[in-house]
């Protein structure tokens, strides 16, 4: 059975000042790694005058999700990791965080700058709150009109959210299809005649 797992709900910040340093966290759900990056750029063209930008993510399954971090200037392990360590604390995955520093010309020292970075890092995730993805695949359905009511039937009882509805010569539909339900929907729509689909994504 797939497994339900959690990224942000939604874009947040967060702005704090420690030890006259102004750190500012930036969240962003992400289901790639190039989107992961693209707004890690956006960040650091945003705030390019900052001493630092430094940045996490989380990508795919919580078991075997895929990591990366960067401290990007500051001692090794004392930016990107604790960020990384952030995301994985609370659980989550397809997020991405990073951490703006102003420096204020006071030094947080290692232990202070991991403390600080974890700490923003966590603080931008809680803001962020949390949203729940249950693994699935898309299909493209296709069906004649006389059979849109039997295909609606399977549709609700196997949880299937249609996304996109197209009346032609046939009806075409993109539903998005729970992972876990995939067995029983197959078994389900092969029972109707006149029925056919293209498996398009799975996520």
């Known amino acids: 059975m797939a497994e339900t797992y959690y990224t942000i709900a939604a874009r947040a910040t967060h702005e704090e000042k420690i030890q006259r340093s102004v750190f500012i966290g930036h969240a962003a759900p992400v289901a790639t790694e190039e989107e992961a990056r693209d707004f890690i750029a956006q960040i650091r063209q945003e705030h390019a005058t900052a001493t630092h930008n430094c940045y996490a993510y989380s990508l795919g399954a919580v078991d075997e999700p895929l990591l990366y971090y960067n401290d990007h200037g500051e001692p090794p392990g004392t930016a990107g990791r604790p960020i990384l360590n952030?995301?994985?604390?609370?659980?989550?995955?397809n997020t991405v965080v990073v951490v703006t520093r102003y420096f204020g010309g006071k030094k947080l020292g290692v232990r202070g700058l991991i403390d600080a970075y974890h700490s923003v890092a966590l603080q931008v995730l809680a803001k962020a709150g949390k949203a729940r993805i249950v693994p699935g695949f898309t299909l493209v359905l296709n069906c004649d009109y006389a059979?849109?009511?039997?295909?609606?039937?399977?549709?609700?009882?196997?949880?299937?959210?249609?996304?996109?509805?197209?009346?032609?010569?046939?009806?075409?539909?993109?539903?998005?299809?729970?992972?876990?339900?995939?067995?029983?929907?197959?078994?389900a729509l092969s029972s109707l005649a006149g029925v056919s689909w293209t498996e398009t994504g799975k996520k």
Not at 148 to 177: F, I
């Open 86 to 93: 952030a995301i994985r604390k609370t659980g989550l995955t």
């Open 147 to 187: 059979q849109l009511s039997p295909v609606n039937g399977v549709l609700h009882t196997y949880q299937v959210a249609t996304q996109e509805t197209t009346y032609g010569e046939q009806v075409s539909l993109r539903v998005r299809v729970p992972e876990e339900n995939r067995e029983e929907f197959f078994k």
